[in-house]
């Protein structure tokens, strides 16, 4: 059973270009959230997406995007990159179900991350 | 606001030692918290979580951690450290009806042979 994964591993591009991270969930996992972790920080969430809508969103700006597929592979894009953008982007993914009075919380499984550098 | 703090990034002990290392954190509601571990080039690896319930915690690796409510804290031990627990540990804390977590800037644990 493969587990979380994301392409490319690395990537280096130039300020102003745009990127897109691609990242498959754990068979089973219809939910995928991604977050930002820059050199020496912990993550950052980003938003996180379920049936091919955003349902939740962090503190970023609207340069950074993404879709959900029906297979529930997911996209992450990130327009008119800054140097700051650079760091490690990890995709994390879960099931969500519903339960009697909320949400329950499932464990969230975390791909190897793509490292994006720009330069 | 909500955020979590892991006052050491840095910690070393030998082989054989024991090891604590600590989170705090703030938030608004009921707080899920969570420790991950990562290697370098690797994702993060759950290694426990509270929800609700006893407030020490087992986890995966021989890991262990204690909520305390009244100090706002989520402390991750163990009894005796290998080299392989050479990594860097995240404390995480999140809640009901969302799965964003907020992370602490986490912990580079180095282990003396």
């Known amino acids: 059973d493969a587990g979380v994964t994301q392409s490319p591993t690395h990537l280096i591009k130039t300020r102003g270009q745009q990127v897109t991270l691609r990242c498959s969930p754990k068979?089973?996992?219809?939910?995928v959230s991604w977050y930002q972790q820059a050199l020496g920080q912990g993550p950052q969430f980003i938003f996180q997406y379920y049936e091919e809508e955003e349902r939740q969103r962090g503190n970023f700006p609207d340069r950074f995007s993404g879709h959900q597929f029906p297979n529930y592979s997911s996209e992450l894009n990130v327009n008119a990159l800054l140097l700051g953008d650079s760091a490690l982007y990890l995709c994390a993914s879960n099931r969500l179900e519903g339960l009697a009075g909320g949400i329950s919380y499932n464990e969230q499984f975390f791909g190897p991350g793509t490292r994006l550098t720009v330069l | 606001a909500q955020s979590v703090t892991q006052p050491d990034i840095h910690i070393t002990v030998s082989e054989g030692a024991s090891l604590e290392l600590r989170c705090n954190y703030s938030y608004g509601a009921t707080p899920y918290l969570f420790w991950y571990v990562q290697s370098p080039g690797q994702g993060l690896q759950l290694l426990l979580k509270?929800?609700?319930?006893?407030?020490l915690v087992q986890g995966i690796k021989g890991f262990e951690a204690e909520f305390k409510r009244s100090q706002s804290s989520f402390n991750l031990r163990k009894p005796s450290v290998h080299w392989s627990d050479a990594a860097e540990y995240f404390c995480a804390v999140g809640g009901k009806n969302t799965d964003k977590l907020i992370f602490g800037t986490g912990t580079r644990l180095q282990v003396f042979p």
């Open positions: 068979s089973g996992h219809d939910t």
């Open positions: 509270y929800f609700s319930g006893d407030t």
